[in-house]
Every structure is written in C-alpha cells, then in structure tokens.
C-alpha cells in the first residue's frame, strides 16, 4: 500500500530517456498549433489510441512521425523543460539525456537550433530545480556511418555540451559493428560511449557493443541472460544496463512484467538499474517503471534501493557527488 510512497521518496538518477519520446500529445497538438502543422490526428485521444505497438518500429515510425512538429529552438525547450519538471515531481535529482540530432537534421532543422534549446532547458533545471544532468547525441543505427560521422562533425562547437554518444533506432540488422569508425572517432573527441544492445537484438550484439564500440553501459541488454559468459563479464567489469520496463512490455520485448529480467539480473550481481525510455508513449515516467516493476516481481525494499543505488552508481557523476546522492537513497 506504501509502496508507491517508498519509490516517491527515493531519490532517483534517470539514465536512460530519448528527449523526444517525453513529448506528451498535449504538448505536440499545443506545439503543432502554433507552428501551423496538421497532425495526422484529429484528436489528443485519437492519436492516443494510436500508441500500440508489437515490436520496436512501430513505435519508431510515431515516434519520428511526433517529432516533425518540433520546428523551433523554443519547441525543443518547452519539450526539455516539460520533462524536466515532471520528474522532478517524481523526485528524480540527476538526468542523463539522450537525443537524437538526425530526426531534426534530416528535415531541415539545425543542430543548433536543437541542442540550444535542449541545453537551455537543462541549464535552468539545474538553476531552478536542482536537477544535475548530462547530455547523449544518439546516433540513429538505421542510416549509415557516413551520416552518423556528419552527425559527429555538426556537434564540434558544442562538445563541451554533450558528454556521450549513444546509439539508437531500428536494432535488427543494424548491428554496433556498423559503426566502428565513428564511435572510436567519438571517444577521441572526448564523448563517453553508451549502446542500445539486446533490447530486441540478439546477445551477440551486447558483444559487439562492448568489444567493438567499447561501451561503458549498455542501454537495455535485456538478452544478457542468454549468455552465462557475458553474464559473468557485465558483473566483473561493472558494465551497467539501463533496463526500461514499461518500454519492455509496450514494445513485447517481454510479454508481461512478471517476466522482467530484472530481478535474476540483482540476483547476479549486474549493476541494472530502471529507467523509462520514451515516457509519453509506454505509459510512465521513473516512478511508474519502479512500481510497475516492483509490483509485478515482489521486489523488496532492499533491491529498489539497490536498483535507484545502482543508477548512481552507474552514472556519470564524480564519485564524491555519487556517494552523497546514495546516501540520500539509504
Ligand atoms: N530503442 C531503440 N531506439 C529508440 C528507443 C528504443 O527503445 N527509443 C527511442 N529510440
Ligand atoms: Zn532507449
């Protein structure tokens, strides 16, 4: 019964959240209105009922098909800044933020015009809500290395900005070997690197996220448990996954919560940590994947603290502000 009071009051670090998958559909009819675009849908609830999906591309064809209303430097702060005050709310005190430049560059829309209005609302929230933060660039899997590297190009003039990359969309048949050359070429430019891995890909691509991208995190890795060996690497060399359960359960990357790999992961000593990916769309924001998770796998006071300790553990905070914030959590 006090469950949810008991997540509420936990201080929590969200790692693993796409920008553009906060955009509520008040939001977007609000934000479509004002820059004269015509939704697809005549109504909040019509676009709604569009949210269900079997598999991953079917939420990502609505998810860009969402975007394109994002126009302007002010859209894409109202969409940062509406996030933002939501989980704080949610008493979530440390965001690392994924964005994805492409969706935006591909239609005419500026890098800049993007990130300023991203980075302002970021810099506000940590002025105003005492909300810490770090920002990922995305790279979308489904276009080319070549793209990906213009992508890298655009984001010189604002590295000091953006602390990672990541890597994101369409998973099968786009494999973290495609993109070699960009995220070494990331890392020399001073970028923390982070994949999406075994969410519906196959083990092999957790592999490959770690052997030939060198991630120090993993979005997702879901399909760990296959593989009793990486299993054992994960834990041995402290690589975390930010696991997204609701998202799971939209996208039947599971099909129901009872079957969430997160407990057994626990069990195992892998730093998994619970997230929410693309809020707006899978039905929750922090505290509902905690709940919804708890709820369904038993979970016990002492592994939702070690799940809200494992994402400050597993953050990129300096190690004396990790410390404080997981004291905070006990
Ligand atoms: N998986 C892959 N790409 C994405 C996701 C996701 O869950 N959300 C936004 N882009
Ligand atoms: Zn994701």
């Known amino acids: 019964p006090n469950l949810k009071k008991v997540i509420k009051g936990i201080p929590k670090a969200e790692l693993h959240l796409h920008i553009e998958g906060s955009f ?4 977007m009819f609000q934000i479509a209105k004002r820059n004269n675009i015509i939704l697809d849908y005549d109504s909040i609830d019509s676009l709604k009922k569009a949210y269900q999906f079997n598999n991953l591309q079917e939420f990502l064809d609505i998810y860009y098909t969402g975007a394109k209303v994002l126009l302007y430097e002010q859209d894409f702060y109202d969409l940062t800044w509406a996030y933002l005050n939501k989980v704080h709310d949610q008493n979530v005190v440390h965001v690392e933020v994924f964005f994805d430049p492409q969706t935006h560059t591909d239609r005419g829309v500026d890098f800049a015009v993007v990130i300023n209005g991203i980075y302002k609302a ?4 940590k002025q105003e809500l005492n909300i810490s933060y770090k920002l990922i660039m995305s790279y979308l899997r489904h276009l080319s290395e070549e793209e990906a590297f213009k992508t890298l190009e655009s984001s010189l003039p604002y590295k000091d900005w953006i602390d990672g990359v990541g890597l994101d969309s369409s998973e099968i048949g786009n494999p973290p070997s495609k993109f070699v050359q960009v995220f070494k ?11 999406h891995a075994g969410e519906e890909g196959p083990v092999d691509y957790i592999w490959e996220a770690l052997d030939l991208l060198k991630v120090i995190r993993i979005d997702h890795g879901n399909r760990c448990l296959d593989d009793e060996k990486l299993v054992q690497r ?3 060399e402290k690589i975390p996954l930010t696991l997204c359960p609701l998202s799971n359960v ?13 407990a057994k992961m626990l069990e195992k000593g892998i730093i998994a940590t619970i997230h929410s990916d693309d809020p707006a769309y899978f039905g929750g924001y922090m505290n509902a994947n905690f709940y919804e998770t708890a709820k369904a796998l038993n979970l016990n006071k002492r592994q939702i603290m ?5 994402a400050f553990e597993a953050s990129w905070l300096s190690s004396n502000v990790k410390e404080k914030h997981i004291l905070e959590v006990k």
């Open 122 to 125: 970021l810099e506000k929230a």
């Open 234 to 236: 994960l834990v041995k």
């Open 250 to 262: 939209a996208l039947k990357v599971i099909s129901k919560m009872e079957e969430h790999p997160v």
């Open 306 to 310: 070690q799940l809200a300790i494992n």
């Open 24 to 27: 509520e559909p008040e939001l």
């Open 185 to 195: 070429a990331s890392a020399k430019h001073g970028y923390k690197l982070v994949a």
